[in-house]
Every structure is written in structure tokens, then in C-alpha cells.
């Protein structure tokens, strides 16, 4: 238990670079839909388990990580004519809320660090990409709301066509976005995707930067303080 706890970061970076994958497939051609799906709720639950440790913190991302689990099993039940806009909107709010939080909680987590070990530094990559998780959730609803915001070319095909598309093809969007690197086949077309665009890319620039510092900061920190005790 102690080695998991240890190397919890470790293992919740996995899971997130495993569901990345699965959701680059529009048609969860990967796994499958169910165990895609199951896949995605046990990241989730990671995330919600690993990063939230204070009470109050643990009870606002357990509403919206019940929120979002709940809304994703729920196409299994609800009858095909049943309309899919609302239960998306509530899901893409949902993982906004639980993703952007978990951000939050980790920059916070890294500046109240004073002894960093690798797994913290795999947290600070954690952060990063549940910061790239953030935003596409955030695209999405801006898809939802002002459809069109986003012109794709012709190698991503219908893309925005199929609720998984978008989720595949917005996630591609936010992670070129937050690492500098863009998406030269999908771009932002409308108000205020053309702004949020540009916002996720700077606060890329400077997460890496602070972030870096802070680590930095830290290590030399630990290494004065061994070099400046005193010899038994």
C-alpha cells in the first residue's frame, strides 16, 4: 500500500496517457464502448482519489465526478429517443469542474511542497494534461452552444459530426494549444474560441515555467539543507 502511495502520480499518469489514447479513437475502436467507457470513469476515480485530500475539496469533486460517471452510463439505460444534448452539457460541464479543479489543487500542492521526490514531479505533468482535459471539455461546450466555432480540414474528416469526434478532435485541439505546438487542421473560427485559444497557450507557457521554477526551487532548497547539517 505504501509503494502505491509512493507512486501514485506514477499511476495516475499512466491512466491518463491510456485514456488520451482510447479517446483519439472517434468510434472507441480501441477497447470498445463499454470498456472505454470503463476505462474513462476508473481514470476519473483516480483522479478524484489521488489529488482531492482535503474534506471540502473531496466533497466538490465528488459531485462532479458522480455527476459526469453518472451521465456516461447513462446512454446504456435511457432509450435511444431520448434527447443527448442535456446529458452532454452536463457531462462536459461536469469534467470541466472535476479537471480544472484537480489543476488547481496540483499547482497548489506543488508551492506547499518542500521535499520534491519524481513522483511529484509526474504529478506536475499530471496537472499539465489534466489542464489540456480542462479546456477540450471547455471547447466543447463552446461547440455545444456556438456550433462552428471550430473550421476542421479535410484529414479529420466529420469529425465534429459524432459526440466522440468532437471529444477526439477537441482534445487534439487543447493539447497542441497548451504546448505551443498547435493544430494547423482544426482552428478556431468564432468568438470566444479564438480567445480561449490563445489564453490555454499562454497559461501552457507559464505552468511549465513556474512550475519549473518551483521544482527548482525546491531541490536546491533540500540540497543546502543536507549540505548545511551538521556532520555526525
Given at each position: 500500500m505504501n509503494t502505491l502511495r509512493r507512486h501514485k502520480h506514477a499511476i495516475l499518469l499512466a491512466a491518463i496517457v491510456?485514456?488520451?489514447?482510447?479517446?483519439?479513437?472517434?468510434?472507441?475502436?480501441?477497447?470498445?464502448?463499454?470498456?472505454?467507457?470503463?476505462?474513462?470513469?476508473?481514470?476519473?476515480?483516480?483522479?478524484?482519489?489521488?489529488i482531492f485530500g482535503r474534506k471540502v475539496n473531496r466533497l466538490v469533486a465528488f459531485i462532479a465526478l458522480a455527476t459526469a460517471v453518472a451521465v456516461a452510463w447513462a446512454h446504456y439505460?435511457?432509450?435511444?429517443?431520448?434527447?443527448q444534448a442535456p446529458l452532454?452539457?452536463?457531462?462536459?460541464?461536469?469534467?470541466?469542474?472535476?479537471?480544472?479543479?484537480?489543476?488547481?489543487?496540483?499547482?497548489?500542492n506543488i508551492f506547499e511542497q518542500r521535499v520534491v521526490r519524481f513522483d511529484d514531479v509526474l504529478g506536475a505533468v499530471c496537472g499539465y494534461l489534466l489542464a489540456a482535459g480542462a479546456c477540450s471539455n471547455?471547447?466543447?461546450?463552446?461547440?455545444?452552444?456556438?456550433?462552428?466555432?471550430?473550421?476542421?480540414?479535410?484529414?479529420?474528416?466529420?469529425?465534429?459530426?459524432?459526440?466522440?469526434?468532437?471529444?477526439?478532435?477537441?482534445?487534439?485541439?487543447?493539447?497542441?494549444?497548451?504546448?505551443?505546438?498547435?493544430?494547423?487542421a482544426v482552428v478556431p473560427v468564432r468568438p470566444p474560441a479564438t480567445v480561449l485559444i490563445t489564453l490555454e497557450a499562454v497559461f501552457g507557457q507559464f505552468y511549465i515555467a513556474i512550475v519549473v521554477a518551483q521544482l527548482m526551487g525546491a531541490r536546491l532548497s533540500?540540497?543546502?539543507q543536507r549540505n548545511g547539517s551538521p556532520q555526525t
Open positions: 491510456g485514456v488520451a489514447l482510447v479517446e483519439s479513437f472517434s468510434h472507441r475502436l480501441l477497447l470498445g464502448p463499454v470498456a472505454s467507457d470503463l476505462a474513462i470513469s476508473t481514470t476519473q476515480l483516480l483522479v478524484f482519489l489521488i439505460v435511457l432509450p435511444p429517443s431520448y434527447p452532454r452539457l452536463i457531462y462536459h460541464s461536469a469534467l470541466l469542474l472535476l479537471l480544472g479543479f484537480a489543476t488547481i489543487v496540483i499547482l497548489r471547455l471547447f466543447t461546450l463552446i461547440e455545444i452552444f456556438v456550433p462552428g466555432s471550430f473550421s476542421v480540414g479535410q484529414g479529420f474528416g466529420t469529425g465534429l459530426d459524432s459526440w466522440h469526434g468532437r471529444i477526439a478532435v477537441l482534445n487534439y485541439v487543447s493539447l497542441g494549444s497548451l504546448t505551443g505546438v498547435g493544430s494547423g533540500q540540497a543546502l
